[in-house]
């Protein structure tokens, strides 16, 4: 049974940068995609970026030059490093590991952008 767990949120003032990390339990088996989401207040969950078991990535076009989505297979880890963060980027950020036969989130990690 795959599960994966978010860390790395937390206060940062607008302009700054943040480092989140998704660490993953079980084996990921081919085919497979890991990916970021965010919920903000009053709004639905919406992805942000993708990382494909082939290495390629897709983004969001508002976090495209900003954001780099990453792996790292020897710890089946996965990290978003946020750059020149907006308040509009402020949200709870979750983990998500799809592959054949599973579907797992994180519990989520709070971002918070101060203007």
């Known amino acids: 049974q795959v599960q994966v767990a978010e860390s790395g949120g937390g206060l940062v003032q607008s302009g700054g940068s943040l480092r989140l990390s998704c660490a993953a339990s079980?084996?990921?088996?081919?085919?497979?995609?890991m990916s970021w989401f965010r919920q903000a207040p009053g709004k639905e969950r919406a992805l942000v970026a993708t990382l494909f078991h082939t290495s390629s990535t897709t983004y969001i076009e508002s976090v495209k030059g900003r954001f780099t989505i990453s792996g790292d297979t020897s710890k089946n880890s996965m990290y978003l490093q946020m750059n020149n963060l907006k308040p509009e980027d402020a949200a709870v950020y979750y983990c998500?590991?799809?592959?054949?036969?599973?579907?797992?989130w994180g519990q989520g990690t709070q971002v918070t952008v101060s203007s």
């Open positions: 998500n590991a799809q592959g054949l036969g599973y579907n797992a």
């Open positions: 079980g084996t990921l088996f081919s085919p497979y995609s």
